[in-house]
């Protein structure tokens, strides 16, 4: 039952003061069942004329800052205490019938799904629907969970992560053919890739931490992190990370869920100014895990605190 301290900062330098825009921030964790945001302060520098707070269409908690001020810099600092309680992968249960590949979302449930099985990107010559049935038992029943994890694991085994951090992301065409990118192009494909089996799928961002308390131990640290949540009738969405060939919540905080990428953007914003004024973005994420309690000592639990100035969460 870890504790973590997460601090998260964005800075973007000018070269002269510019006027800010609007800027959508979403760099709440989400609560839930396996994770609990305990305290929560976002600070913003110069301070926003005004900001609220709304929820998505997919729940996700959204901040709108405006402003009157100019500057030459600003700062987006949000720091928050989270209590994670990843459940165990081999507790996956799956109904009977999803439990052997391939089967039918129940009538209920399809409405709520299909837009998470639609297709995002043109595959005209079927590469990744090529790429995604070589996890298949062409001899019998092909096990669904084992599958997934399968596919997972193979992209972080046969592929290169190379950080980049220029915006945009490749299509999962470019990631297949390159055999290589980032965590948010590993995520892409792989949502294709089970979109292309009939499966629901979703983008994940938020942070990858070592349980442990390591800091190199994953990849996609000291940034934000993306991965896919696959829906599986019994259990619900669970996650999958192929940058790191996580099955499971362990080592991962959700912060926005999504259909595609471009609704989970971590913060987005416009500024008016000279052009060629934008010089720079400096993104750094730190984790910090708490130490185990010993066995012997009394478990407390850390309460939540009333969010501190200038802005409440």
Known sequence: MPFLTLSHVTTYTYKQPVSFGEHRIMVRPRESFDQHLLEATLTIDPEPSDVRWLQDVFGNAVAIATFTRHGSRLTIDSKVRVQHEPGDVQHVDIEEYARSYPFTYSSEEMPDLLRSIERQHLDPQREIDTWARRFLNLEGATDTLAMLTAMTTAIRREFTYVPRAEKGTQTPIETLRRRKGTCRDYAMLMIEAVRALGFAARFVSGYVYSPGGGRDSRK????????????LPG?????????????GSEGLIRVAIARDIYQAVPISGTYEGFPGSFLDMEVTVDITVDPPVPSHSPLTTASPVENREPIRC
């Open 235 to 247: 259990s619900g969405w669970v996650e999958f990370d192929p940058t790191n060939g996580i099955v």
């Open 220 to 231: 996609g640290g000291g940034n934000t992190h993306a991965w896919v949540r696959v829906y």
